[in-house]
């Protein structure tokens, strides 16, 4: 028996869907129109329904075979990711039911994902579609959640050491914290994210929760305010580790900066705190660089 999609299911969903993740009326039309030359097609409906299967299975190596659907439209590989990802969230919203998962705000929120990385899209290649198919993977199957301000997922620790009285070893299960973009990371929005991830993830006692970041580069404390944001984020962890390459070539300037052909500094926006700092480190030829940090929560406080 054929698969067949139901188009007027996944225009119900998307309509409703997109206004409140933030994507634009023009673009829900292509991403309309891309569903709906789907569900005509039997061709495409059988390659969706291989997609869909596989990505939920964790598997997204297949963006050649999504530029050669999107290609028969006449879409781009970023433009066609984009429309097959929004109609996943249908499925990933029946996951979210079965789990007993908070649709509003949980589901909406995680989803926004698709919205902020399409908007990297459109600064990096002028298109406003999903490069990064892989990463907004994470959210779509149910793997990671925006619970306030940050998002979070169980990972493997990955070393072996003893904190706060807490013996880890390399498959310790612990709560990785990831930082979309968004609003400032102020004491208050930090502490209530926290929270919700303890609750949601139904932790008891003291829970453990690390996280690899430019934001906690040791090398702010040099140079950013003692009462920026970044330095209270960085203050709630203890720092393992760190890397550090010369400013100029740090892989994470576009954070700062957005995406540019050049970050020598006679180039860059300076219209901030944090441009103007990082943009002094670059003149100066200094270091950048990254940082893997823990705590320990215990439902209300940081315990280090």
Same mark, same amino acid.
């Given at each position: 028996m054929n698969k067949v999609l139901d188009y007027n299911t996944y225009k119900e969903h998307i309509t409703h869907l997109n206004p409140i993740i933030g994507i634009p009326e023009e673009h829900t039309k292509t991403v309309l129109d891309i569903c709906k030359k789907i569900c005509a097609s039997p061709v495409l409906t059988e390659k969706f329904f291989s997609f869909?299967?596989?990505?939920?299975?964790?598997?997204?190596?297949?963006?050649?075979?999504?530029?050669?659907?999107?290609?028969?439209?006449?879409?781009?590989?970023?433009?066609?990711?984009?429309?097959?990802?929004?109609?996943?969230?249908l499925h990933t919203l029946e996951i979210y039911k079965?789990?007993?998962?908070?649709?509003?705000?949980?589901?909406?929120?995680?989803?926004?994902?698709i919205h902020i990385w399409a908007n990297v899209c459109l600064a990096q290649h002028g298109m406003y579609g999903i490069e990064n198919y892989g990463w907004v993977n994470y959210q779509i199957s149910c793997n990671m959640f925006r619970l306030g301000r940050m998002q979070y997922h169980f990972i493997d620790f990955g070393r072996e050491i003893e904190?706060?009285?807490?013996?880890?070893?390399a498959?310790?299960?612990?709560?990785?914290?990831?930082?979309?973009?968004?609003?400032?990371?102020?004491?208050?929005?930090?502490?209530?994210s926290y929270k919700k991830a303890y609750n949601f993830f139904k932790q008891t006692g003291h829970a453990v929760f690390v996280c690899d970041s430019w934001l906690l580069y040791p090398?702010?404390?040099?140079?950013?305010?003692?009462?920026? #944001?970044?330095?209270?984020?960085?203050?709630?962890?203890?720092?393992?580790? !760190?890397? &550090?390459?010369?400013?100029?070539? *740090? /892989?994470?300037?576009?954070?700062?900066?957005?995406?540019?052909?050049?970050?020598?500094?006679?180039?860059?926006?300076? #219209?901030?705190?944090?441009?103007?700092?990082?943009?002094?480190?670059?003149? !100066?030829g &200094?270091?950048?660089?990254?940082? *893997? /940090?823990?705590f320990v929560f215990d439902g209300e406080s940081i315990i280090k």
């Open positions: 869909q299967e596989r990505y939920f299975a964790g598997d997204y190596e297949h963006r050649e075979e999504l530029a050669e659907a999107g290609a028969i439209l006449g879409y781009s590989k970023q433009v066609f990711s984009l429309a097959v990802c929004e109609m996943y969230t079965q789990r007993g998962y908070d649709i509003d705000p949980v589901y909406y929120d995680s989803m926004r994902d904190y706060c009285g807490i013996k880890l070893h498959k310790s299960r612990v709560i990785n914290i990831h930082i979309p973009e968004g609003d400032a990371l102020t004491t208050e929005k930090r502490l209530d090398g702010h404390y040099d140079f950013l305010p003692e009462k920026s #944001n970044i330095i209270g984020f960085m203050n709630d962890f203890t720092i393992l580790s !760190n890397t &550090e390459k010369p400013a100029i070539t *740090f /892989g994470d300037l576009w954070r700062v900066y957005g995406f540019r052909e050049s970050y020598e500094y006679d180039s860059l926006p300076k #219209n901030s705190g944090l441009q103007k700092a990082y943009a002094e480190r670059i003149k !100066n &200094e270091n950048l660089g990254c940082g *893997f /940090g823990i």
